[in-house]
T-cell receptor
């Protein structure tokens, strides 16, 4: 059975800190790994990763995939209170891409 | 351009009642997906529909749950004879074509509480 495991489950940091969120996976038929941000409402897309070692970047957020070690990390630098959210990692299966397989998420709280 | 619209946002039902959750996909999107998020769990795929067709319902519980996406109107997720374990957030998502990568958009969810 495909598994997506995120760690830590929750994290509290101060504004300005840098955080690293982890996502490991054991899956068959890998197509991509996706990161979403969920703030008590619709999960919003952050990154899609398909190739190892290629960093995706958007402002203070960046993510990278390691297909050999089967994990991805999401980095957030100079955190702000607006970064407080649940960050979701999901695997896209090449056989049934619509049935995304999500981890439980990492709940990040950034305090002033 | 409105996003994926779900209603109601919050619904309270007594055990044994029926719950109906509605989802209007983004304009131009003909593919709809329903996910369920139980407390302390990740989102779990339930069903994938196109207009008037159920494509994949492998994630739907075998009993009491049904989904439809009629030719006109929103997609509906129907839960009959609700039980406490059905309390969860139900998310709808849509895409313009068969989902791939970052072309899927989620609604804000419908939170069902069964008392």
């Amino acid at each position: 059975e495909d598994k997506v495991v995120q760690s830590p489950l929750s994290l509290v940091v101060h504004e300005g800190d840098t955080v690293t969120l982890n996502c490991s996976y054991e899956v068959t038929n890998f197509r991509s790994l996706l990161w979403y941000k969920q703030e008590k409402k619709a999960p919003t897309f952050l990154f899609m990763l398909t190739s190892s070692g290629i960093e995706k970047k958007s402002g203070r957020l960046s993510s990278i995939l390691d297909k050999k070690e089967l994990f991805s990390i999401l980095n957030i630098t100079a955190t702000q209170t607006g970064d407080s959210a649940v960050y979701l990692c999901a695997h896209e299966n090449s056989n049934s891409g619509y049935a995304l397989n999500f981890g439980k998420g990492t709940s990040l709280l950034v305090t002033p | 351009n409105a996003g994926v619209m779900q209603n109601p946002r919050h619904l309270v039902r007594r055990r044994g009642q029926e719950a109906r959750l509605r989802c209007s996909p983004m304009k131009g999107h003909s593919h709809v997906y329903w996910y369920r998020q139980l407390p302390e769990e990740g989102l779990k795929f339930m069903v994938y529909l196109q207009k008037e067709n159920i494509i994949d319902e492998s994630g739907m519980p075998k009993e009491r749950f049904s989904a439809e996406f009629p030719k006109e109107g929103p997609s509906i997720l129907r839960i009959q004879q609700v039980v406490r374990g059905d309390s969860a957030a139900y998310f709808c998502a849509s895409s313009p074509s068969l989902y791939s990568g970052n072309t899927i958009y989620f609604g804000e969810g419908s939170w069902l509480t069964v008392v």
